[in-house]
């Protein structure tokens, strides 16, 4: 039962908005390390400076992937949600492990919490970066996997896509989604 696909994709114009800010940030710190190491003489912070550019600029390096590569964030077919938070490693989800999903935001960035039946099922098939990164999410009552929805081009048809291939599941209240995972 493969059946039609749909793909969600991110928002190029948000990415590249964000690119420019973290050229700015990178641009910015290589200005003040020089200042600290060679003007003012402070190598600590200086350093710290340095590392903070260098963050950006993985940052920047991980974006411009995204805007390079045309990998929807989302898919979904007849039997899988496909999540391609790391592009290189896809998760596939089964439409029957989705127990429900939780619309919530934070700072303004919206997101889809999956509840699943068995999650130590997928935790097992998750690569190691998105393990840390789960962790994170559930140490702070979130679900495991989370689908970025403020980020994509078409939010409000990812939502009316995921009620209608999940029939038997309501939209958890935030109370009542982490009230599941803690049972």
């Known amino acids: 039962m ?3 696909v749909v793909d969600f994709y991110e928002s190029k114009k ?16 290589l200005y003040l390390s020089f200042v600290f190491f060679f003007v003012d003489v402070q190598y600590l912070i200086g350093t710290v400076v340095a590392l903070g550019g260098l963050f950006f600029l993985v940052c920047l390096i991980q974006i411009f992937k995204k805007l390079s590569h ?13 999540i391609y938070v790391i592009q290189e490693h896809p998760v596939q989800i089964r439409w029957e492990d989705i127990e429900s999903y939780l619309p919530y935001e934070i700072y303004r960035n919206a997101f889809i919490g999956l509840i699943l039946k068995d999650e130590d099922k997928y935790r ?7 393990k840390r990164m789960s962790r994170m999410n559930v140490k702070m009552g979130y679900p495991q996997y989370n689908i970025v929805i403020s980020n994509l081009k078409k939010p409000q048809q990812m939502l009316e896509e995921l009620s209608t291939r999940i029939p038997n599941s309501k939209i958890c209240a935030e109370g009542k989604a982490v009230a599941t995972r803690n049972s």
């Open 124 to 130: 097992d098939k998750m690569p190691d970066k998105l």
């Open 14 to 29: 948000r990415l590249s908005l964000i690119a420019v800010g973290c050229v700015l940030f990178v641009l910015l710190c």
């Open 70 to 82: 045309d990998v929807p964030h989302v898919s979904m077919t007849g039997d899988y949600l496909i």
């Open 2 to 4: 493969e059946g039609k």
